[in-house]
């Protein structure tokens, strides 16, 4: 019963690479995100979605791709892996904008080799 | 640019033992929220405090805001050690469709 979840968890790769991290919520909610924590745990908003449509999309080069869709995923496919790119990435979801409050999944522990 | 600056980076305590963490903000802001975040987890919301509220409790915390000066405070009263763990506001900022994170304080509570 798991509110927000990302597979994978880890994701080991090397540079070059196409990835792809999967985002599923069932909680219901019409906006999804999705954030980048490196290893300071410094938090940044990359992208968000509401009902599907792209809303946010917070100067992320366009190597990174997200799609919805629909209401209840967000998947973010990432092209040519860098270095750069090591981090944890999270998804989350909320029931509207106006800073409502975020569900966050447990983040997927990207390396690059 | 970062929102939220929150201080201290990093607080060790006794059990039982307040902690209190502040976070400073940049823009004016609809709400204020605060968000814990264990070891290898996601956040978890804890509390939202509104821009037209001063005080707020929830359980063992209590938040405030002052608007005049851009800041919020966050106390932890009668901690535990299940309490360790990385503490994060943020705040709306320029867009309804975002939130921005402060920088976080780590808080271990040692039993």
């Known amino acids: 019963d798991t509110a927000v979840s990302q597979t994978p968890k880890y994701l080991v790769t090397q540079m070059g690479n196409d990835k792809s991290i999967k985002c599923e919520q069932n909680l219901g909610h019409d906006t999804m995100y999705w954030y980048k924590q490196d290893s300071k745990k410094f938090l940044k908003i990359m992208f968000s979605y509401n009902n599907k449509e792209l809303i946010i999309n917070e100067t992320v080069p366009n190597r990174f791709s997200p799609k919805s869709p629909d209401k209840a995923h967000l998947n973010l496919h990432i092209n040519s892996l860098e270095l750069g790119d090591s981090a944890v990435y999270f998804c989350a979801s909320s029931q509207g904008s106006y800073g409502q409050p975020q569900h966050f999944g447990d983040g997927t522990r990207l390396s690059i080799l | 640019s970062q929102q939220g600056e929150e201080d201290p980076q990093a607080l060790s305590i006794q059990e039982g033992e307040n902690a209190t963490m502040n976070c400073s903000y940049k823009?004016?802001?609809?709400?204020l929220q605060w968000y814990r975040q264990n070891s290898g987890r996601g956040l978890v919301h804890l509390i939202l405090?509104?821009?037209?509220?001063r005080e707020k409790h929830s359980g063992r915390l209590r938040v405030t805001l002052d608007t005049s000066k851009k800041s919020s405070s966050l106390l932890i009263t009668a901690s535990r050690a299940a309490d360790t763990a990385s503490y994060f506001c943020a705040t709306d900022g320029d867009s309804s469709y975002k939130l921005i994170f402060g920088s976080g304080t780590r808080l271990l509570v040692r039993p």
């Open positions: 823009t004016s802001i609809n709400n």
């Open positions: 405090i509104r821009s037209n509220e």
